[in-house]
């Protein structure tokens, strides 16, 4: 298992292994949408957890179709179904790569790209802490619907229709946590409904997977 | 080492290969013939675990070495790494004697991705190697292999075979080893056969 995550990373640092893009697509939203929207100082603080979370979460979606979607298509998930493996552990592992080489990525350049937004440096803490949070979620769900869409040919699209509803609850917490927090309300309960849905994920999501994943092998 | 009995294979909800039974022992061969679309993937899909039966049993050992159409090999590893992977996957021997075994000992350190088809082929079948494992579930193992390599995988598989392992392999052209070869013809599940069982249900 370890060792399946590790070829994930590795492959992801690689040349055309995707590593940066969710990063560098935050980026282009962040930088952007204070330009799309009015130079008001005050109105930028009050979209920018909504706005980070939103970016982080669709910088998250860019790359999900490749967790499974590269291995199915060489032909190596079918001899990882073989190995001794089981399949809610290949589900584990690529989901955790994905999550090093995407989420982690992002809630580290969160606070950073929340200066361009105006968000205090308090809040901006806590909207790392959220991500940290929240983004395992975004990475075990999106695994979760790219095992669903495997055998189909340009399954992205319903790919995204089928997970977008599933990160409405983790953006809204997320969101909302990050909103008191800069407006130095309470953030403590938002939190722990994030924590609460990437805890839910880790408990329910690999058996899901893993069934999905036998279905579509067949 | 194998057993099947009794088994119905199918793909795509239609039933190919019906009542096909066969056992092999620890250092026999057994080649799998029929022509194309006759049920042989299936049927060592259904060997190697990945697709359930509709009828009939099979008994393997925990893990089998299953080889495909498509070798599974990751362009951007290295010939090295791809094998090292799979090796620890199967807590499997050390890549170096696969590597040599197959005469890809020059390319160990080039991307997987700059070898000709023929190189990745042999790369695909020296993962067999790595697994450790005793049953090897060949699908075409000699697809884009050249005269010299087809007597190199004869070379291992016969050293596999004699180690006390065993092998079923679907293949079209001559097998030049001494091994048992079941012909799929007489398993095919007819339209007549069908059509009669529908009857039956009828009345």
Redesign the interface.
């Known amino acids: 298992m370890i060792q399946l995550f590790a070829r994930d990373i590795r492959l992801a640092v690689r040349s055309g292994g995707g590593f940066g893009l969710a990063l560098i697509f935050f980026l282009i939203v962040v930088v952007l949408i204070p330009l799309g929207l009015s130079s008001d100082q005050s109105a930028l603080a009050l979209v920018a957890p909504g706005v980070l979370w939103l970016g982080a979460l669709l910088a998250c979606l860019l790359s999900l179709d490749r967790i499974f979607g590269l291995d199915y298509e060489d032909g190596s998930l079918d001899l990882l179904a073989t190995s001794p493996l089981p399949l809610e552990a290949v589900y584990i592992a690529k989901a955790a790569a994905h999550w090093l080489t995407t989420g982690l990525p992002l809630a580290l350049a969160a606070p950073v790209l929340g200066v361009l937004l105006n968000l205090s440096f308090d809040a901006g803490k806590v909207m790392c802490f959220s991500l940290l949070l929240g983004t395992p979620a975004l990475s075990l769900i999106g695994a979760f619907g790219a095992t669903l869409t495997l055998g189909v040919k340009r399954g992205g699209l319903l790919l995204s229709l089928l997970v977008l509803p599933l990160y409405v609850p983790t953006l809204i917490f997320g969101a909302r946590a990050v909103h008191s927090a800069s407006l130095g309300q309470p953030f403590d309960v938002p939190l722990i409904m994030v924590l609460a849905i990437s805890l839910g994920a880790v408990a329910i999501l690999p058996f899901a997977s893993g069934a999905a994943l036998r279905i579509n092998l067949r | 080492m194998l057993q099947v009995s009794n088994l119905s294979v199918a793909r795509g909800g239609k039933i190919l290969l019906h009542d096909v039974s066969f056992s092999v022992e620890p250092g026999q061969a057994l080649v799998l013939r029929g022509a194309n679309g006759i049920g042989k993937t299936s049927l060592l899909r259904c060997i190697?675990?990945?697709?359930?039966p509709t009828s009939g049993k099979i008994l393997v050992p925990?893990?089998?070495?299953?080889a495909?159409?498509?070798?599974?090999?990751?362009g951007?590893?290295s010939v090295f790494?791809n094998l090292k992977?799979?090796a620890?996957?199967?807590?499997g021997p050390r890549p170096d004697v696969a590597l040599n075994s197959y005469s890809l000992e020059n390319f160990a350190y080039q991307p997987a991705a700059n070898l000709s088809a023929g190189q990745q082929r042999r790369l695909g079948l020296a993962?067999m190697l790595v697994?450790g494992c005793r049953l090897w579930v060949l699908d075409e193992p000699t697809v884009s292999l050249d005269v010299q390599n087809v007597a190199l995988f004869y070379k291992v598989l016969k050293a596999h075979l004699q180690g006390g392992g065993a092998a079923v392999l679907a293949t079209h052209i001559d097998f030049q080893l001494s091994a048992e070869s079941l012909d799929l013809t007489s398993y095919i599940a007819s339209l007549n056969m069908s059509s009669s069982a529908f009857e039956e249900a009828l009345e």
């Open positions: 190697a675990g990945l697709q359930t925990e893990t089998v070495a299953y495909a159409h498509a070798n599974g090999l990751k951007q590893l790494e992977f799979w620890d996957i199967y807590g993962r697994t």
